[in-house]
C-alpha cells in the first residue's frame, strides 16, 4: 500500500494540548458509563465536547457544543477536532431531531441519540475544489477524542477490553474513474488508543483498531514508523493496526452493526516489541504503559459522502 495512506490516523496525533482548556471540574447529575468502570467518559454527552478550530495542529478552542444542555460549571471530557475543514462545526446551531441532537451543515455532522448511537458524517465534496493531487496535500479529518490528564495505567486491568459497535451507513466516492487513485484517495474510520510510557521516556505508540477502509471489504492489520511526507505533523512514532480479520467476519461497509470486542493486551505487547526493535520505549514493560488519548471518526483525503455510527463505546 501506498505509505501515505499507511500513515493515514496519526500525522496529527503528538499534538500537545493545555488540559485546562477543557473547563471546570462539576460532575453532571446524570449516570453514565463511568460507574462501570469504563475509561471512556461520558458516552452520552452530558458534558459536551470543546471543538478545536479547523487549522491543523492549532489545538486552539473555537467553541463549545452543549446538545441542548446547560453546561455551566461542567468538565467537558470530549474534543472534536476538524482539522482541514472550510467550516467549523461550532458555528453550527444544534437542534433536536426526534430522539436525538445534531451538528449539522452540507460538510459534517455530529448528532448524538438519546441511547448514546453517535452519528459522524462527512462529505468532502464540498471541501476540496478538485482531488488531492500530492501525497503532501492536506486531508480532511473529523475526530471525537479525550485525552486524559492522568493516563491510565493499562496493567491495572487484568483483561484489558476494547468494545464498541460501528456500522457505515453511507460511503459514496464522488470521483470519476480518471480521477480516483487508491494511493491518494480513500476514506477510512478508525478508533485509535494513543499508548504512552509512564515511566518517563515520553516515547508512545498509536495503536489503531480499524472500523472501514473503502479499499478493502475488510480493513487489513499493517504497522509503520509515522515519518516521511509532513514534518509539521508526523508523530515518528509508531502506528500499529490490527487486522480486521480477526475481528471482523462479514465486509465492514455493508450497512450493518459489527461488534467489536478484542483484548488488548496481548497485541499492544506485539505493538510494544516492534517498536522496541525500531528504537523504542528501551527498558520499558507492559507494565510501564499507559492509556494517554483515544480518537474515534473519519479521515477522508479522497472526494467522498461518507457516513458510520457508533454506539457501546467501553475500555475497561
Known sequence: MNRILRSLGCWLLAVSIPLAQTGC??????????SAGNWILDTGF???AMVFHPIPGAARVSGKLDFGRDLEGLKSEWIVSQWNSKSDIAKITGKRNSKMYTYENAAKTL???????????????????TPRV??????VHLYLEQRYGSPYRLAD???????????????????????YDPGLHASIAVFYLIVGDLSGSGDFLNFCVPIYDNRHDVPPGEWHIDS?????????????????????DSPTGDGQWHRVDVELKPHIEQALEIAKQNG??????????????IYIGWEVPGVFRSEMQIRDMAIF
Open 25 to 34: 471540574t462539576r460532575s453532571p447529575s446524570g449516570a453514565d458509563n463511568e
Open 46 to 48: 452530558e458534558r459536551g
Open 111 to 129: 448528532a448524538v441519540a438519546d441511547d448514546g448511537t453517535v452519528t459522524l458524517r462527512v462529505d468532502t465534496g464540498e471541501e476540496y475544489d
Open 134 to 139: 500530492r501525497p503532501t496535500d492536506p486531508w
Open 157 to 179: 486491568r487484568d483483561d484489558l477490553r476494547l468494545r464498541f459497535e460501528a456500522r457505515i451507513t453511507e460511503s459514496e466516492s464522488l470521483m470519476s474513474q480518471e480521477q
Open 228 to 248: 516521511g511526507f509532513n514534518p509539521a505533523g508526523d508523530t515518528h512514532k509508531l502506528i500499529y493496526t490490527l487486522d480486521g480479520g480477526g475481528l471482523y
Open 280 to 293: 523504542y520505549f528501551d527498558g520499558v514493560s507492559y507494565s510501564d504503559l499507559g492509556l494517554e488519548a
